[in-house]
């Protein structure tokens, strides 16, 4: 993400640089005829603000350096910092303090004339366009344009010279300027009304209108409009279905939020570019084939669309679902934004700040239901995928894409993301300082990145030539004729894997599994939603009663079913390695891909299933299920070159980002995986070894740790940590949780007694086990016990207090802070809510020896038995957990009123029965998960034999200490 420059801040510093400029620009808009005085006003002040905010964004480091450097030497002598501030504006603001910085920033001048020179030249072609379409646009616009009133240039980054679309709102109405030939615009605009008239029902999609010269053109302004009502609501979701099928034959991508706009009922994708997206063969991970054969058709799936809401990865957007579905409002992570700390005063610095995320254009209601209208995506995605097929089997298709062959698209071979960060980089003030060996970092990144990502240019001319077009200020374009498939890239480059591109993507398309696509719709839906414990506003699935009959050959009969499916969806190759694409919980977020190594919702968790069905099955408490040994063998083997590879990396010196320290996501969820794989007898004898090779990497990975809970962050390795000592005799383990739990004793908030710790999302600290205090309170007081070190106990103590500020009394239930409105509601899940903080009070007295743990497991018991019952059946937030808590509080003699053990085993069974495995959001999608899918319900049914000893999976680190 491009740092967001506080223009203000620096306005006089860069006016000595602008201002030139700008006269230069009004006397070239003065020679174009029919332009008049008053709309090249709008143009030069236009123009000017661009280049404010370009400069202040490439510029502001080095003049809080230059600030502070001048404070430092005493150049600056007013009495105040305020006053010394503006002094230095004053100073900044002279053409000979940029001069003197010639010497020591050598590239300075030329990379700033550059961008004023590109800019200003845009703002000219602009301004000539203006003059001679104005008939054009009176189509556009429904009659003559009149006087330009208002011009915003950068409406997306700028490319080709500093070009960039503008918005333009004149007498006669609003217009869209895009210095480029929309020639494919009207190729699709054409194609959609082809299909409209075949197709059974009501095609909601469109674009814009246009007109378009050789090398720009003008769009349709397209206002955006809330829905008036349901059936409007209904067609939009139902259009956004139709977009789906339709970019998966055209092989779109790049369609963010911005990209697309919400008018009442009618998704107007706004920008299609970047149709006829070329498919590069995946790149070999070393994680095994089936792993690649996984990524390869996540590749190829609608996903790639950029529709469907999913979570960025990059470091300026991690978390934020930035696709044209998604960016729910409520749903985005506070995003971290470069820029100027302390402005006004000699003190400034550079420094970051959370801030909200954007809010797009791209819903049809102010508060999007998009769990309630998915359905209509599905079923707009089923119904127009049936009639392209028809229209394919009629032979008619081809010759209806014929006209794009002749049209120039774009191809966006990286992230603008990691753009615009390789560009910060190189207008950092050391950078600016000494140039090359900026270049050559920005290089190796760059070259680094096309040996892991298959999209991405490796010849060195073209690596260079981005790296040129990041120093102008330009991020990199490329765009090529459909029909060769070979792109013009910056400085002049060509590069891309030639042929039509039309009929690679027919072909591609032809050959789709429509069963993986639909699946992927189905799944994906959990992206957009940040708190895994979301729940939509359905009828419970808890019967009123039980069917009764053999709880025992039920309970074998669904575990074996979902054990069997789970087997049955594996994707397996011949070298033994194994791979399953579902919904995946990640730091980031969720996001659809090949499972990871993680326990939460990957591999480890598998692992973990798979090895306790077969101790049953041995134990006689489980019906075998048929190669279910050699999922296992194949699953530790796909995890072994996981841990394999990054140790490669690690002894070649490469720097990868630490993996998270956490006990169901990260380093700590592994390590117990391993522990317990090898206490079943069941690791290949390495177990013990593996583990300690993880617990390596958790120095790194708690130093760099910010997020602190138990399931991503550091209080999640402590009891992992504190088994791996115990089993393997060697102190140090012990020694790093104590590192672990050194670091989350500094960083929590102490306040009143209470202790809570900061988070992205919830500054002033949340409650629960999974993200909040009670998770953490509880590593911390299993760190006293093992270590006898009472400052562990101390924090556990305010963690519990702050839990215990959170009960509320009338509710009888304790307060979920999630975003939810006054922070009133409550929650009863095991990842927010009475049934994490009832198992975590339950592990530290079994016995209920206090008479506290006693009344607070009656109270979390009754909380779990009134709300969470009957809406999922997964562990993370469903029925798997409340069973445990209920199942435990009832042997305790604190469960509630009228229930008893197989009385609750038997209202699971018939919801299972009568409903189906569901998972919450993903209630139609398979999600083999051990906490958010149905691993879990399957691990829970086995622990439900009365001689099961399998420890539990919602406490992390159990069963071995």
């Given at each position: 993400?491009?740092?967001?420059?506080?223009a203000?801040?620096?306005?006089?510093?860069?006016?000595?640089?602008?201002?030139?400029?700008?006269?230069?620009?009004?006397?070239?808009?003065?020679?174009?005829e029919?332009?008049?005085?008053?709309?090249?006003?709008?143009?030069?002040?236009?123009?000017?603000?661009?280049?404010?905010?370009?400069?202040?964004?490439?510029l502001?480091?080095?003049?809080?350096?230059?600030?502070?450097?001048?404070?430092?030497?005493g150049?600056?002598r007013?009495?105040?910092?305020?006053?010394?501030?503006?002094?230095?504006?004053?100073?900044?603001?002279?053409?000979?303090?940029?001069?003197?910085?010639?010497?020591?920033?050598?590239?300075l001048?030329?990379?700033?004339?550059?961008?004023?020179?590109?800019?200003?030249?845009?703002?000219?072609?602009?301004?000539?366009?203006?003059?001679?379409?104005?008939?054009?646009?009176?189509?556009?616009?429904?009659?003559?344009?009149?006087?330009?009133?208002?011009?915003?240039?950068?409406?997306?980054?700028?490319?080709?010279?500093?070009?960039?679309?503008?918005?333009?709102?004149?007498?006669?109405?609003?217009?869209?300027?895009?210095?480029?030939?929309?020639?494919?615009?009207?190729?699709?605009?054409?194609?959609?009304?082809?299909?409209?008239e075949?197709?059974?029902?009501?095609?909601?999609?469109?674009?814009?209108?246009?007109?378009?010269?050789?090398?720009?053109?003008?769009?349709?302004?397209?206002?955006?409009?809330?829905?008036?009502?349901?059936?409007?609501?209904?067609?939009?979701?139902?259009?956004?279905?139709?977009?789906?099928?339709?970019?998966?034959?055209?092989?779109g991508?790049?369609?963010?939020?911005?990209?697309?706009?919400?008018?009442?009922?009618?998704?107007?994708?706004?920008?299609?570019?970047?149709?006829?997206?070329?498919v590069?063969?995946?790149?070999?991970?070393?994680?095994?084939?089936?792993?690649?054969?996984?990524?390869?058709?996540?590749?190829?799936?609608?996903?790639n669309?950029?529709?469907?809401?999913?979570?960025?990865?990059?470091?300026?957007?991690?978390?934020?679902?930035?696709?044209?579905?998604?960016?729910?409002?409520?749903?985005?992570?506070?995003?971290?934004?470069?820029?100027?700390?302390?402005?006004?005063?000699?003190?400034?610095?550079?420094?970051?700040?959370?801030?909200?995320?954007?809010?797009?254009?791209?819903?049809?209601?102010?508060?999007?239901?998009?769990?309630?209208?998915w359905?209509?995506?599905?079923?707009?995605?089923?119904?127009?995928?049936?009639?392209?097929?028809?229209?394919?089997?009629?032979?008619?298709?081809?010759?209806?894409?014929?006209?794009?062959?002749?049209?120039?698209?774009?191809?966006?071979?990286?992230?603008?993301?990691?753009?615009?960060?390789?560009?910060?980089?190189?207008?950092?003030?050391v950078?600016?300082?000494?140039?090359?060996?900026?270049?050559?970092?920005?290089?190796?990144?760059l070259?680094?990145?096309a040996?892991?990502?298959?999209?991405a240019?490796?010849?060195?001319?073209?690596?260079?030539?981005e790296?040129?077009?990041?120093?102008?200020?330009?991020?990199?374009?490329?765009?090529?004729?459909?029909?060769?498939?070979?792109?013009?890239?910056?400085?002049?480059?060509?590069?891309?894997?030639g042929?039509?591109?039309?009929?690679?993507?027919?072909?591609?398309?032809?050959?789709?599994?429509?069963?993986?696509?639909?699946?992927?719709?189905?799944?994906?839906l959990?992206s957009?939603?940040?708190?895994?414990g979301?729940?939509?506003?359905?009828?419970?699935?808890?019967?009123?009663?039980?069917?009764?009959?053999?709880?025992?050959?039920?309970?074998?009969?669904?575990?074996?079913?979902?054990?069997?499916?789970?087997?049955?969806?594996?994707?397996?190759?011949?070298?033994?390695?194994?791979a399953?694409?579902?919904?995946?919980?990640?730091?980031?977020?969720?996001?659809?891909?090949?499972?990871?190594q993680?326990?939460?919702?990957?591999?480890s968790?598998?692992?973990?299933?798979?090895?306790?069905?077969?101790?049953e099955?041995?134990?006689?408490?489980?019906?075998?299920?048929?190669?279910?040994?050699?999922?296992?063998?194949?699953?530790?083997?796909?995890?072994?070159?996981?841990?394999?590879?990054?140790?490669?990396?690690?002894?070649?010196?490469?720097?990868?980002r630490?993996?998270?320290?956490?006990?169901?996501?990260?380093?700590?969820?592994?390590?117990?995986?391993?522990?317990?794989?090898?206490?079943?007898?069941?690791?290949?004898?390495?177990?013990?070894?593996?583990?300690?090779?993880?617990?390596a990497?958790?120095?790194?990975?708690?130093?760099?740790?910010?997020?602190?809970?138990?399931?991503s962050g550091?209080?999640?390795a402590?009891?992992?940590?504190?088994?791996?000592?115990?089993?393997?005799?060697?102190?140090?383990?012990?020694?790093?949780?104590?590192?672990?739990?050194?670091?989350?004793?500094?960083?929590?908030?102490?306040?009143?007694?209470?202790?809570?710790?900061?988070?992205?999302?919830?500054?002033?600290?949340?409650?629960?086990?999974?993200?909040?205090?009670?998770?953490?309170?509880?590593?911390?007081?299993?760190?006293?016990?093992?270590?006898?070190?009472?400052?562990?106990?101390?924090?556990?103590?305010?963690?519990?207090?702050?839990?215990?500020?959170l009960?509320?009394?009338?509710?009888?239930?304790?307060?979920?802070?999630?975003?939810?409105?006054?922070?009133?509601?409550?929650?009863?899940?095991?990842?927010?809510?009475?049934?994490?903080?009832?198992?975590?009070?339950?592990?530290?007295?079994?016995?209920?020896?206090?008479g506290?743990?006693?009344?607070?497991?009656?109270?979390?018991?009754?909380?779990?038995?009134?709300?969470?019952?009957?809406?999922?059946?997964?562990?993370?937030?469903?029925?798997?957990?409340?069973?445990e808590?209920?199942?435990r509080?009832?042997?305790?003699?604190?469960?509630p009123?009228?229930?008893?053990?197989?009385?609750?085993?038997?209202l699971?069974?018939?919801?299972?029965?009568?409903?189906?495995?569901?998972c919450?959001?993903?209630?139609?999608?398979?999600?083999?998960?051990?906490?958010?899918?149905?691993?879990?319900?399957?691990?829970?049914?086995?622990?439900?034999?009365?001689?099961?000893?399998?420890?539990?999976?919602?406490?992390?680190?159990?069963?071995?200490?």
């Amino acid at each position: 993400m491009a740092p967001v420059a506080d223009a203000e801040n620096f306005d006089a510093s860069l006016g000595c640089l602008i201002s030139p400029a700008m006269g230069g620009l009004a006397t070239r808009l003065a020679s174009i005829e029919g332009l008049r005085a008053g709309e090249r006003a709008v143009v030069v002040e236009a123009t000017r603000e661009a280049l404010r905010d370009v400069l202040h964004a490439k510029l502001g480091r080095l003049l809080v350096l230059e600030l502070n450097a001048a404070r430092v030497t005493g150049r600056l002598r007013a009495a105040t910092a305020g006053d010394r501030w503006r002094e230095f504006l004053e100073i900044s603001s002279r053409r000979a303090f940029w001069d003197d910085l010639s010497e020591h920033y050598p590239p300075l001048h030329a990379r700033v004339e550059t961008i004023l020179d590109n800019r200003c030249a845009a703002s000219v072609a602009l301004a000539r366009h203006w003059v001679r379409d104005r008939e054009h646009l009176s189509a556009l616009l429904g009659g003559p344009p009149g006087a330009m009133l208002e011009l915003r240039f950068g409406a997306g980054d700028s490319h080709r010279g500093g070009r960039t679309v503008a918005m333009i709102r004149a007498e006669g109405g609003r217009t869209v300027y895009k210095p480029r030939s929309l020639a494919v615009d009207a190729a699709l605009a054409d194609f959609i009304a082809f299909v409209a008239e075949r197709h059974a029902g009501a095609v909601t999609m469109r674009v814009p209108r246009s007109w378009s010269g050789a090398d720009h053109g003008w769009v349709e302004f397209i206002e955006h409009r809330h829905a008036r009502d349901d059936g409007e609501l209904r067609g939009f979701y139902r259009g956004i279905g139709h977009w789906l099928a339709l970019m998966r034959l055209l092989a779109g991508s790049d369609l963010h939020a911005e990209n697309l706009i919400a008018h009442g009922g009618e998704p107007v994708v706004v920008d299609c570019e970047t149709l006829f997206t070329p498919v590069f063969a995946p790149r070999v991970s070393d994680y095994g084939q089936a792993q690649d054969r996984a990524a390869g058709l996540v590749a190829r799936t609608v996903l790639n669309v950029g529709l469907l809401p999913g979570r960025g990865v990059g470091l300026g957007w991690r978390g934020i679902d930035s696709s044209a579905l998604g960016m729910l409002p409520g749903q985005q992570p506070m995003v971290a934004q470069p820029g100027i700390l302390s402005a006004g005063s000699d003190q400034a610095r550079i420094g970051t700040t959370l801030v909200a995320a954007p809010v797009a254009r791209n819903h049809p209601s102010e508060h999007p239901a998009l769990a309630q209208y998915w359905p209509e995506v599905l079923a707009g995605f089923d119904a127009m995928t049936a009639t392209l097929q028809r229209l394919d089997r009629d032979g008619v298709l081809r010759a209806r894409l014929e006209p794009f062959a002749a049209c120039h698209t774009r191809v966006v071979p990286r992230a603008t993301e990691v753009y615009a960060e390789v560009g910060r980089m190189l207008w950092h003030p050391v950078s600016l300082h000494d140039p090359e060996p900026a270049r050559q970092r920005a290089f190796e990144l760059l070259r680094k990145m096309a040996g892991n990502v298959a999209t991405a240019p490796d010849d060195p001319a073209v690596v260079h030539a981005e790296i040129m077009d990041l120093e102008e200020g330009d991020i990199p374009f490329f765009a090529g004729c459909v029909g060769e498939g070979v792109y013009s890239g910056p400085g002049g480059t060509r590069w891309g894997p030639g042929g039509n591109l039309v009929d690679q993507s027919l072909a591609h398309w032809r050959t789709a599994d429509f069963g993986l696509e639909r699946g992927v719709i189905q799944a994906s839906l959990v992206s957009a939603y940040i708190n895994d414990g979301w729940m939509p506003d359905e009828a419970s699935m808890l019967p009123e009663r039980g069917r009764g009959g053999d709880l025992d050959a039920r309970r074998r009969r669904q575990a074996a079913s979902i054990v069997q499916a789970m087997a049955d969806r594996s994707i397996r190759a011949g070298d033994g390695s194994i791979a399953w694409i579902a919904p995946v919980l990640d730091p980031t977020g969720w996001s659809v891909q090949p499972l990871q190594q993680d326990l939460y919702s990957g591999m480890s968790g598998l692992a973990v299933l798979a090895g306790a069905y077969l101790q049953e099955v041995a134990g006689g408490r489980a019906d075998p299920v048929a190669g279910l040994d050699a999922v296992l063998d194949d699953t530790l083997r796909t995890l072994g070159l996981f841990e394999a590879k990054r140790e490669r990396l690690q002894r070649q010196g490469l720097k990868v980002r630490p993996l998270p320290p956490g006990g169901y996501i990260g380093l700590g969820s592994q390590i117990w995986t391993h522990l317990l794989l090898a206490q079943w007898g069941l690791d290949g004898g390495r177990g013990i070894e593996r583990a300690e090779a993880l617990a390596a990497q958790l120095p790194v990975s708690i130093a760099a740790d910010e997020v602190h809970d138990l399931l991503s962050g550091a209080a999640g390795a402590i009891v992992p940590l504190i088994a791996l000592a115990e089993i393997s005799g060697d102190s140090r383990h012990l020694g790093l949780a104590r590192e672990a739990g050194d670091r989350l004793c500094a960083h929590a908030v102490r306040r009143d007694g209470r202790a809570w710790w900061v988070h992205g999302q919830w500054p002033e600290g949340v409650g629960g086990f999974a993200h909040g205090v009670t998770g953490i309170g509880w590593a911390l007081q299993r760190l006293a016990r093992a270590t006898g070190e009472e400052r562990y106990a101390e924090v556990a103590a305010g963690a519990f207090a702050f839990e215990d500020a959170l009960f509320d009394a009338t509710e009888r239930n304790w307060r979920d802070l999630r975003n939810l409105e006054g922070g009133t509601g409550t929650a009863a899940a095991w990842c927010h809510g009475s049934v994490g903080i009832g198992l975590a009070h339950l592990d530290l007295d079994p016995a209920l020896a206090d008479g506290r743990t006693r009344a607070l497991v009656r109270d979390a018991a009754l909380a779990t038995h009134r709300l969470g019952l009957g809406w999922n059946h997964c562990a993370c937030h469903g029925d798997a957990s409340a069973w445990e808590l209920l199942d435990r509080a009832i042997a305790a003699g604190e469960g509630p009123d009228g229930m008893h053990r197989d009385r609750l085993l038997d209202l699971l069974l018939t919801s299972l029965e009568e409903h189906g495995p569901s998972c919450g959001l993903a209630r139609d999608a398979f999600v083999p998960g051990l906490l958010p899918g149905v691993g879990g319900v399957a691990y829970q049914l086995l622990r439900a034999h009365p001689d099961s000893r399998l420890p539990t999976i919602l406490t992390p680190g159990g069963g071995l200490v």
